[in-house]
């Protein structure tokens, strides 16, 4: 949380988003074999050019838990729950979201009924805000800082600690080398 004015705490310009959706028939199938993909591959998430999201979470609901001595009784129909977190506000996001992995939007929330396709950035954000769930409580760690963020700065100091050292071990020209290596290797991360 950050400090507007002494005593009254404002959030941070983050969203969250968490969506519902009720899976097609094959839908569990076709999601399970899009899932082992991107585990496999990452880079077919299509995230890695989205700065702004702190998380995302895609998972199929299959059987709701028991609570107390309640019989563990199966979803009907199975839907997919997708969590994510963001340092912007939802309709830029959305639309952000659409018009860079369209594709991939098709790939999954095809597989959920009702969904409208993601030729149109309005028809996926009424999408999505009709199976929204308002969000009961959500911790922000690092509130200014994404997860890449996070990680790019580690990647960081982890060089800088390297630079360090060899500032103290090596010639001008060696240093000068190195230091030009680290600008190219993490010129984006500073």
Not at 15 to 38: E, H, M
Not at 95 to 114: D, K, P, Y
Not at 119 to 132: F, L, N
Not at 142 to 163: D, N
Request: proline share 6%; net charge positive; aromatic share 12%.
């Amino acid at each position: 949380m950050t400090q507007d004015t002494p005593g009254r705490p404002t959030r941070p310009a983050n969203g969250a988003l968490t969506v519902i959706t009720p899976l097609a028939r094959r839908g569990p199938v076709l999601l399970k074999a899009q899932f082992v993909a991107t585990r496999l591959k990452p880079s077919l998430k299509g995230l890695q050019h989205f700065d702004s999201v702190f998380f995302s979470n895609w998972n199929i609901i299959t059987r709701l838990p028991a609570v107390g001595d309640e019989v563990i009784e199966r979803a009907s129909p199975r839907v997919m729950l997708w969590e994510v977190a963001y340092s912007a506000e939802v309709d830029p996001y959305i639309e952000s979201f659409v018009h860079g992995i369209a594709a991939n939007i098709r790939r999954i929330w095809g597989t959920s009924l009702g969904f409208p396709g993601s030729s149109s950035v309005g028809s996926v954000r009424d999408y999505i805000k009709k199976h929204s769930w308002d969000i009961g409580y959500l911790y922000w760690a690092y509130p200014h800082a994404t997860v890449r963020t996070i990680e790019s700065a580690l990647a960081v100091a982890r060089e800088h600690e390297f630079l360090t050292e060899a500032a103290r071990s090596s010639t001008p020209e060696e240093f000068a080398r190195l230091y030009r290596g680290f600008l190219v290797r993490r010129g984006t991360d500073l």
